[in-house]
């Protein structure tokens, strides 16, 4: 059982965040000036509310990011493991992906019609991930909508299963957690105007009793799940999990959906190929066509056969599955070059190798101060979790997430030249990171955990 860690004292977080906060708008006059013009034209100050979402007093603007590099307005230089929260996992200003969409707008970038590239995308895409047919979406969010909808209709089933702690993009049908053990809509939903709790089960991840409790009326569409719990903070499988997940779902008649938007950072055919998984659909987004608005979803030859009877009775019409831009020519040519010349096995080797670098590094941070806290990963993904052992549900994580001193480890590392995504502690790590990158992050967290201990200033 995951235990809440001792936390620093709370006179010690605020003054730590007090300084920080006084440092960064010292050193970013740009950022700062262009947050005031922004929030003049943009409401709440940013083109979307998530970029608000940082540590830092303003929002950072960037000027440009290179490789494994992002440099502000300011002329500051980070290095940057953040990657957008996943969509640049492979680089910024990619060449490769740069050459192939110039030459595609030059051509055009979509005509509601197919193109050359989409065969060939198709083809990789079937190679690569093991599913034989796919269909393409303008983001993760519209692909894991797409697959709900068409559990539901070739089941006959209204009900979906999800795990506590998910985030499957903005599909309303997830929006559920436990709140005191009991199922209950996201606070967080605007505007939601339906209660689908009675509709949507949700249980905790890695509780398998509770899974075939939840299974046993055998009127649940699908199971949709993240293989390794990415948005609550890094929660992993337990031994056998995957093997009992799936099979329990066989023997109820359940499709199970597999959502590798952030764990194809496992490998080059993500989680499912490196362990064997053996979803019905799987679905992916963001670095797949390298920050394009771009997605794909997969089905096995029976999904799809269950697909086509499903349009047989249901005969022609609008299906309210996809948007005019999904699967567009620059899509599309974005997604051929990387599959073909940037999600290689060479990349995916460096990228494995510095995220085994950094994991040392900051575990031996933990060990040499004797810190409560734990390192989790997936391939180029890693974890810092406050909180020893890690947690193996989302009620357990949310124990461990210290709002006060998330910010106060985020605004140090901004201010020292380093980026990790905004939302907990995650860390990426993509090909071209470097190992003083590395260490330089692994410092920045060696120096934090020391101000909080009182042994620097």
């Not at 996992?89 to 992906?97: A, V």
């Not at 190929?273 to 030859?301: C, M, N, Q, S, Y």
């Not at 599955?321 to 999600?343: E, K, P, Q, Y």
């Amino acid at each position: 059982m995951s235990s809440r860690p001792p936390s620093p004292l709370p006179e010690t977080c605020q003054s730590l965040l007090a300084e920080e906060r006084a440092r960064f708008l010292s050193e970013h006059p740009r950022s700062v000036a262009l947050a005031r013009e922004a929030a003049a034209v943009w409401r709440g100050g940013a083109p979307m509310h998530w970029m608000t979402d940082w540590a830092s007093p303003t929002p950072l603007f960037a000027a440009q990011g290179v490789g494994a590099e992002v440099v502000d307005v300011d002329g500051a230089t980070y290095a940057d493991f953040c990657l957008g929260d996943t969509p640049s996992m492979f680089g910024h200003g990619l060449i490769e992906l740069a050459s192939a969409l110039q030459d595609q707008a030059r051509r055009g970038t979509g005509f509601m019609l197919p193109t050359t590239q989409a065969v060939m995308v198709g083809r990789m895409l079937a190679e690569r991930f093991g599913l034989p047919l796919w269909q393409a979406a303008t983001t993760a969010t519209d692909a894991n909508r797409a697959a709900l909808r068409w559990a539901r209709a070739v089941t006959g089933r209204q009900k979906i299963l999800v795990f506590d702690g998910c985030y499957h993009g903005a599909v309303d049908d997830t929006f559920v957690s436990l709140a005191t053990g009991r199922p209950a809509m996201k606070a967080g939903l605007v505007g939601q105007v339906e209660d689908v709790t009675g509709r949507t089960l949700v249980i905790p991840f890695n509780d398998l009793p509770a899974l075939e409790t939840a299974l046993a009326s055998r009127d649940v569409a699908a199971v949709l799940a993240e293989p390794v719990m990415t948005n609550c903070g890094m929660i992993l499988p337990d031994p056998g999990f995957h093997t009992a997940l799936r099979r329990m779902t066989r023997d109820a008649g359940t499709l199970l959906i597999i959502d590798e938007t952030h764990t194809l950072s496992t490998g080059p055919g993500g989680y499912t190929r490196a362990h064997g998984l053996e979803p019905d659909i799987f679905t992916l987004g963001k670095a797949i066509a390298g920050g394009l608005p771009a997605a794909v979803w997969g089905v096995t030859a029976d999904m799809a056969a269950r697909m086509d009877e499903a349009q047989a009775r249901i005969g022609p019409g609008y299906s309210g599955i996809g948007t005019t831009l999904s699967g567009n020519a620059l899509a599309m040519a974005a997604m051929r070059a990387m599959l073909a010349d940037i999600m290689t096995d060479k990349a995916y080797r460096a990228m494995l190798a510095g995220a085994e670098t950094l994991v040392a590094g900051l575990s031996a941070v933990i060990a040499r101060r004797n810190l409560a806290w734990s390192v989790v990963h997936v391939g180029a993904r890693v974890e810092l979790v406050f909180a020893d052992p890690a947690p193996r549900n989302a009620a357990e994580m949310r124990h461990a997430l210290d709002a006060e001193l998330l910010e106060a480890l985020h605004l140090w590392l901004i201010n020292r030249g380093v980026l990790i995504a905004p939302f907990h502690n995650m860390m990426l790590v993509s090909p071209p990171t470097t190992e003083s990158q590395i260490a330089k992050l692994v410092n920045a967290v060696d120096q934090f955990a020391a101000r909080l201990e009182g042994s620097v200033p």
